[in-house]
């Protein structure tokens, strides 16, 4: 286990996080706004989970948490952080399964991954997302982001052009709460 909060394990993947990884990265739903398309069969997410159980939070590049939930041992999503080669300053991004949406479960999991980059001495991180993703943007707005620009019609994205929000957290201005 990597960080633990009051309701989840952030935690490297696991070989038997692999059915509820491809379930909910197959979700049309949950795969809307994501850099994958659904479906995600079984032979893909076993690939993927094994990448990221050898994956090292403490190096530059992509690292995946695994949220699970506490009371059950289940896998409910994951808070990907993409730390750049100065150390300093990083990429986030989360799922969450559709079924485990509104509880506050992505809050509760992002807040602990920003707590512990900014402990390990990290002076930024920023965020992006679709314009059409409140959620998301809500959700990074809840933990102290600010909205740092708008790229209309910026990206190609799954037979579309989307607009582009970007977010960014300097250690120095997070609010107290988040």
């Known amino acids: 286990m990597l960080l633990e909060t009051p309701r989840l394990r952030l935690r490297h993947f696991r070989a038997d996080d692999v059915p509820a990884f491809s379930a909910y990265r197959s979700d049309p739903d949950v795969a809307r706004y994501q850099g994958w398309t659904a479906p995600v069969p079984v032979e893909e997410a076993a690939a993927l989970v094994k990448k990221f159980a050898a994956d090292d939070p403490a190096l530059p590049g992509w690292f995946q948490y695994a949220i699970e939930l506490k009371a059950d041992g289940c896998l409910i999503g994951d ?3 993409n730390l750049h080669e100065n150390l300093m300053q990083a990429d986030l991004g989360f799922t969450l399964a559709a079924d485990r949406q509104g509880h506050g479960y992505a809050t509760e999991a992002v807040r602990a991954v920003l707590d512990d980059l900014f402990a ?18 809500h959700l990074l707005e809840r933990v102290g982001f600010q909205r740092e620009g708008l790229r209309p019609a910026f990206s190609w994205f799954k037979g579309e052009w989307t607009d582009d929000l970007l977010f960014g957290l300097l250690a120095d201005r997070r609010p107290p709460s988040a």
């Open 120 to 137: 390990r001495g990290l002076r930024r991180v920023s965020a992006e997302c679709d314009l059409r993703n409140t959620r998301s943007a």
């Open 79 to 81: 808070v990907g952080v």
